[in-house]
């Protein structure tokens, strides 16, 4: 008997690993592994989703007009620019469904976030890496590695897992060495929690060109990960072919009013960025002391790396962390195996971290 017969590149998909939840046998878990808010959802946003419970019968509106408004509200954008998508990860598989294929090139950062070359695979096109500096974006890297096949260039700023990112300037001059046939796409999941002077989101490039997107998600400062729900925002023209190409109805209705109520309670949004302000550099500082190498990361996780702990590596960290009842992430599939990526999560997780590796490592007095 034959068998039906899977298109170019799909068996090459390495599937993607979400971060593990669950430790057999473990009395408590602390589930530091996805990059999950550390305060959950808005009150708001919860309360939106129960009260819809009796409508669930009811298709979604296929627009999501009232979540494009809220946002638009919120960041004072054109709400007419405003794609929704299940998630940012639909909205990255959209764009690389319309805008490449069969012979083409998707580029992205050596430790860029898996979904890119995923994405690119399912559509037939060929991912391709540029190297980082210092596990950091390398602007003159990707010029570098755009070809005539290139169709779509990814950016994760901040990037996820390094949690590093470049300045608004190297944006734009990474815009401004790329042919306008090349789509730039700025991955902002984590700009709600950047506060550096030098740092942009991309929704300015967004408005001045005709060949720039900025996606975002509701999964990390707005706690709605289980709802799976995001946004991009471009120029009209490539809005439209989106919209061409997306689910008639890919976001659900509890999705949209969880999200328009997470958008809008910016008190809420603030009290998690103050939270995150306070244990990241927290948390960086202590496991700098530990004598490991962190990355200057402006998320809401860390990098962690054991190089130089020849007896002390990611893995052993990683099995001795799960004998604590802790969950973080390996980084091997990044390229990056002699790291773990550690969530911010609340102040007495932190500290179970911090006390469980310097255990590991020897160092608690």
């Known amino acids: 008997m034959s068998a039906p017969i899977v298109q170019p590149g799909i068996m090459d998909i390495a599937p993607y690993v979400a971060g593990e939840s669950d430790l057999e046998g473990a009395a408590r878990i602390i589930k530091l592994s996805s990059n999950e808010s550390a305060l959950g959802p808005s009150p708001d946003a919860?309360?939106?989703?129960?009260?819809?419970?009796?409508?669930?019968?009811?298709?979604?509106?296929?627009?999501?007009?009232?979540?494009?408004?809220?946002?638009?509200?919120?960041f004072i954008l054109d709400a007419a620019k405003i794609v929704c998508g299940s998630g940012s990860d639909e909205i990255i598989s959209l764009i690389c469904q319309a805008f490449a294929g069969p012979g083409d090139e998707v580029l992205y950062s050596e430790h860029g976030f898996l979904m890119y070359p995923i994405s690119a695979k399912a559509v037939g096109a060929t991912p391709v890496t540029a190297p980082e500096t210092d596990l950091t974006t390398d602007v003159d890297a990707l010029l570098a590695g755009v070809t005539d096949k290139t169709r779509i260039v990814f950016v994760a700023n901040p990037n996820n897992p390094t949690g590093t990112y470049i300045s608004a300037s190297e944006l734009e001059r990474l815009r401004a060495g790329l042919r306008d046939d090349v789509l730039l796409v700025i991955d902002a999941a984590y700009a709600e929690y950047v506060s550096r002077d030098d740092y942009a989101d991309g929704t300015a490039l967004v408005e001045a060109n005709d060949n720039v997107i900025m996606t975002r998600t509701f999964s990390k400062i707005y706690g709605l990960g289980g709802m799976r729900l995001g946004w991009g925002y471009m120029p009209p023209a490539l809005a439209d072919v989106l919209h061409r190409v997306r689910g008639p109805f890919n976001v659900s209705a509890a999705a949209q009013a969880a999200g328009a109520a997470a958008v809008r309670d910016t008190a809420f949004t603030d009290r998690v960025r103050s939270h995150n302000d306070k244990w990241l550099p927290w948390t960086r500082g202590r496991l700098i002391g530990l004598g490991l190498r962190v990355t200057d990361s402006v998320g809401n996780f860390v990098l962690v790396c054991f190089q130089g702990h020849p007896d002390h590596g990611a893995a052993a960290a990683d099995a001795f962390l799960k004998g604590d009842g802790i969950i973080v992430r390996r980084m091997a599939g990044y390229g990056l195996p002699e790291c773990l990526r550690i969530t911010v999560g609340t102040e007495d997780e932190m500290r179970a971290v911090i006390d469980s590796l310097g255990r590991f490592l020897g160092k608690n007095e």
């Not at 919860?46 to 919120?74: N, V």
């Open 46 to 74: 919860s309360s939106a989703f129960a009260a819809i419970a009796q409508t669930l019968h009811r298709y979604p509106d296929g627009d999501c007009a009232e979540l494009r408004r809220a946002i638009a509200e919120t």
